[in-house]
C-alpha cells in the first residue's frame, strides 16, 4: 500500500491563482481530512469528509473549496491564493471515523506552498 | 471548544537527559489521545495512542505517555532521550460525540537534543 500520497510537494503560486492539492489513499478510508501547519500553530483543520459525496468546513475553511466524489481522493482547491494561504498542508486519512478505534489518522507527506 | 494544551514551545536537552512533555485538553467526557511526531522535513508519525484500559500506554522508540482523567492530561516522557529524537511532537484529542473523526491539536512541542 502507498497509504496517503500528496501532490504536488512544492508549489509557488502569485497572489490571485487558483490550484488543486491532490490526495490520495489506497486504504479504502472513509474518513479523509486537511490540514494546514504554520509555525507556533500546530496542525488546523481546513475541511473533512466522512465518506464519498459528504464533506464539512473545519477550524479553518475560509479561501479553500473540496470535494469528495471518491472514496480515495480528496483534493483541495485554493479558489484565489493569498499570501496568509502560504503553509504546508497536510492530508490524512482514517479507517474508522466513529467508534472506539476513532480519531488515529495516517499523514501524508505534505505539500510546501509559498504563495508571492 | 475542545482545545489541547501543550505547556512548552521548546525543550532543549542534553543526551540521556530524561524527558517529559506536558499535555492537557479541555472534554470532559471520553476522549482518545495520541501524540505524533514530525522529524525534521518529515510528516507527521504516530508514536502512541490511547483509547481505554490502562492508563500508562506504551509507543516507538521507548516512549510512553500516562493518561490522568482527573487531571484531563497525556503527558510524554521518555527515560533517556537521544539525538535522534529531535523532532516536532503534538499531542491530539478525539473527543467523543464531537466532529466525526477530528482530532484537536495541540501547538507543539520542539525537542531539540543536543549530543
Known amino acids: 500500500n502507498a497509504g496517503v500520497t500528496q501532490t504536488p510537494k512544492f508549489q509557488v503560486l502569485k497572489t490571485g491563482q487558483s490550484m488543486t492539492l491532490q490526495c490520495a489513499q489506497d486504504?479504502?478510508?472513509?474518513?479523509m481530512s486537511w490540514y494546514r501547519q504554520d509555525p507556533g500553530m500546530g496542525l488546523r483543520l481546513i475541511h473533512y469528509?466522512?465518506?464519498?459525496?459528504?464533506?464539512d468546513q473545519g477550524e479553518v475553511p475560509n479561501g479553500y473549496n473540496v470535494s469528495r466524489s471518491t472514496t480515495e481522493d480528496f483534493p483541495l482547491r485554493l479558489l484565489s491564493a493569498a499570501p496568509s494561504q502560504t503553509s504546508v498542508y497536510f492530508c490524512?486519512?482514517?479507517?474508522?471515523?466513529?467508534?472506539?478505534?476513532?480519531?488515529?489518522?495516517?499523514f501524508g507527506p505534505g505539500t510546501r506552498l509559498t504563495v508571492l | 471548544a475542545q482545545s489541547v494544551s501543550q505547556h512548552n514551545h521548546h525543550v532543549i536537552l542534553s543526551e540521556a537527559a530524561s524527558l517529559e512533555l506536558g499535555c492537557n485538553y479541555s472534554?470532559?467526557?471520553?476522549?482518545?489521545l495520541f501524540w505524533y511526531v514530525q522529524y525534521p522535513g518529515q510528516h507527521l508519525q504516530l508514536l502512541l495512542k490511547?483509547?481505554?484500559?490502562?492508563?500508562l500506554v506504551k509507543g516507538i522508540k521507548g516512549f510512553e505517555a500516562e493518561f490522568i482523567k482527573s487531571k484531563f492530561s497525556f503527558n510524554l516522557r521518555k527515560p533517556s532521550v537521544q539525538w535522534s529524537d529531535t523532532a516536532e511532537y503534538f499531542c491530539?484529542?478525539?473527543?467523543?460525540?464531537?466532529?466525526?473523526?477530528?482530532?484537536?491539536f495541540g501547538k507543539g512541542t520542539k525537542l531539540s537534543v543536543k549530543p
Open positions: 469528509s466522512v465518506g464519498a459525496g459528504i464533506t
Open positions: 486504504m479504502n478510508h472513509e474518513y
Open positions: 472534554y470532559g467526557g471520553t476522549v482518545n
Open positions: 490524512a486519512s482514517s479507517y474508522r471515523p466513529s467508534g472506539s478505534a476513532r480519531g488515529e489518522q495516517f
Open positions: 491530539a484529542v478525539n473527543a467523543w460525540g464531537g466532529s466525526q473523526g477530528n482530532l484537536i
Open positions: 490511547y483509547f481505554s484500559g490502562d492508563p
